[in-house]
Each structure stands twice: as structure tokens, then as C-alpha cells.
């Protein structure tokens, strides 16, 4: 097969590990690999297993680097790895010269002054391709002057801006507005859908790393008042330990709280045991403190779960497909959620089949993506 075209995706501020595979930075270009795309995955650390034959993998750093993916504490610190990109990935780019080239997440002052010259040498040599900028952006945090100034900039960069929420596109929108900027959410891996039934275990089931921003406490606390009302009911919460004191100081307040029995700490679970819970929990639960665009979230409609979840990562979108939507850190809020749900099947029911209409499978994503680059 003669591949005509050719995709640079490029993540500047990630670490690619195997989860990612389902995530965005590998389900994208897994899509355009299969649309006949020459496909390569541009990243500093790869820290993957999984290498398909489609796909190249092109790491930036040296092996030395791969600690910082396991070290919360450095892995914010991200200009320090955009400034060590900097000699490697004008120079690759310029050799391959793709079609598209998609840009991961945020972009630095250093990384988007790299594809600023990238941009302007391309352009002088006649060849026009297409740059596409992928936020992920939290929509309801503070942005100064920093950011507002490289937003400006990034729309004289990219042909493209993609947010994933009605609430980021208002957030940029406000500080600019241009017609560049497109809403495209991020999707799940297809599957048989089995929508709640009386099969399901007493379960809800969280999911996300052990963090605080991930609001595991307010989880605990609002299950706490609901399991005094329903005692026959579990907590799950599946996830890598992120924050060990703040892991340390959830499993302290399970046992001063009489829930050691009841609440259950999974760990990091493989896809298998993921899909498992999924299928017999029950209720899905995330009070995020703050968020871009969670996954968790979709992967739990997609399972048929009636979901609560916090307003972070504009959550109130998913109002209108019936997820319970609660403000952020309201205890009272997310118990009066829960007990709804717990207390009426006919009502998860209903919520899991509306779910399904507001929520696109990873190719349904790759489609949006590929219309907007290079058919609008």
C-alpha cells in the first residue's frame, strides 16, 4: 500500500505510556493511520510496550528522562522538556513535512515560537500543510495575561483550534474570537453496549487517579451519608495512587468513618478489569475539583452507567442527556445524586439510555477532525 499522506502528532508536554493507546493521543492517529495516512506519534518519553505496525513512535528525549513519568512532582514543570525539545523537533518536522501535523494539549511560549518558525519556513518553501491545535483546557480556570497573549499568538500559528467543551470555546472565544476555533470532545473505544439492569452489583464506581484535583474525598464523604440510608451498598474507586499522603489520609477517613468494609481502593486495573467493573457497578461517580475533558466520564456512558458528576470540565453539557450534574465540592449535592439513584432502578435505567445520544466513538472523533482540517 502506497501511502499518499502523512500525519505528525505531536504531544510536546507528554509522556506516552500504554493507557494512552485508548486515550486521544493514540486513538487519533490510529485513525488516520487507517485512513492511509503515513502516521507518526511525536512525543519527548515513550514509556509504552504496545508498538503498532502502522505507527511510528518517535521519541524526543533520552531513557535517562523516563522517571519524570512517574514523578508528579516534575511532570508539571513541562518548559524545562519543551526547551530540551527544542533543537529536535524544528529539524524532524522540516524532514518529514506532513500533511497534518496535530499539536497535543497546550503549547508553551518555547514550543509555539518553535512551531511559529516551523509555520514561517514552511510556508516560504511553498509548502502548504495544514496545523491543527488540540486544547485540553480546563474551562473554569483562571487565565492571565500569559495565556490570553499565547492564544492570540496560537491563532495566527494554527489553521485550527480544537477545544472539547461548549465552555472552553466560550472561555477562548472571549479572549478572541475567530472562526478557527471548533468544538470536538473526545470519545470511547466501540463496544456492546448493555444498558443498566437488575444484573448490575450495588456499586458505583469511580475512576481516576489518586489526586486531589480527582475529589476522592467529597466522593467518600457524600457516599458516607448515603450508605447510613442504604447500607447494602459498595464504593469503588479504581485508579494509580498519584498523591500517596493524600491516598493516606482518604484511607483514614474510610476508617473513621466506620466504611472499611464498604469502600474499596482498586489500584491501577488493567483494561480487562476496567471493562469489568464497569459492566456490574451500578452508578458512576467523578467530583472533580477541576478537569479538561475527562475520559472516565465517557467510558462510563459508554458502559451504560448513569453517571454524577461534578460542574468541572463543563460537566452541566451532559444535563441534557440526563447525567446528574453537581456543583463542585457540594457534599449535600452529590448525596441527594446519589440517593436518587440508588433508589430508583427505572430512573438509572432511563439516564443510561439517554447518555448514549451525547457521547462519539474515537472514530466519529478522527471523522470531525479530518472534516475540519481539510474539508471546511
Known sequence: MILTKSLVFFWPDGCFEDVHWKKDPGQIPLYFSRREFQTTIMIPIKNTTIAPENIKVHELLKKTFKPICQNPEFRFKWEIISLLNFPKVLPYLIRKKPDLLIVEHRTGPITLFTLLL???????????????????????????????????????????????????????????????????????????????????????????????????????????????????????????IEDKQYYDELRDMVKNLGLTEYVRFLGSVSERELECEYKSASIFCLL?????????????????????????????????????????????????????????????????????????????????????????
Not at 214 to 233: M, N, T, V, Y
Not at 311 to 327: D, F, L, M, N, R
Open 288 to 376: 472533580s475539583r477541576y478537569e479538561g475533558f475527562n475520559i472516565a466520564r465517557v467510558e462510563a456512558m459508554s458502559y451504560g452507567l448513569p453517571t454524577i458528576i461534578s460542574s468541572a470540565g463543563c460537566g452541566v453539557e451532559y444535563e441534557k442527556y440526563g447525567t446528574i450534574v453537581v456543583p463542585i465540592e457540594d457534599i449535600d449535592k452529590s448525596t441527594e445524586a446519589m440517593l436518587r439513584l440508588m433508589e430508583d432502578s427505572a430512573l438509572r435505567k432511563k439516564i443510561s439510555r439517554q447518555q448514549l445520544g451525547g457521547i462519539l466513538s474515537w472514530d466519529e472523533v478522527g471523522k470531525e477532525i479530518y472534516k475540519i482540517a481539510f474539508l471546511n
Open 118 to 240: 516551523y509555520r514561517l519556513m514552511t510556508s516560504k518553501k511553498g509548502k502548504i500543510n495544514r496545523m491543527v491545535l488540540k486544547y485540553d483546557l480546563d474551562p473554569h480556570e483562571k487565565v492571565g495575561t500569559l495565556f490570553r497573549l499565547l492564544h492570540r499568538l496560537a491563532l495566527v500559528v494554527f489553521d485550527i483550534v480544537i477545544v472539547e467543551s461548549k465552555c472552553a470555546y466560550d472561555l477562548l472565544w472571549n479572549i478572541k474570537q475567530s472562526s478557527k476555533i471548533k468544538i470536538v470532545p473526545n470519545g470511547y473505544l466501540p463496544h456492546e453496549v448493555v444498558i443498566n439492569d437488575d444484573d448490575r452489583e450495588k456499586v458505583i464506581l469511580s475512576v481516576g487517579r489518586i489526586a486531589k484535583q480527582k475529589g476522592h474525598d467529597i466522593l467518600i464523604q457524600s457516599f458516607a451519608k448515603a450508605h447510613s440510608l442504604h447500607p447494602d451498598w459498595f464504593l469503588k474507586i479504581a485508579g494509580p
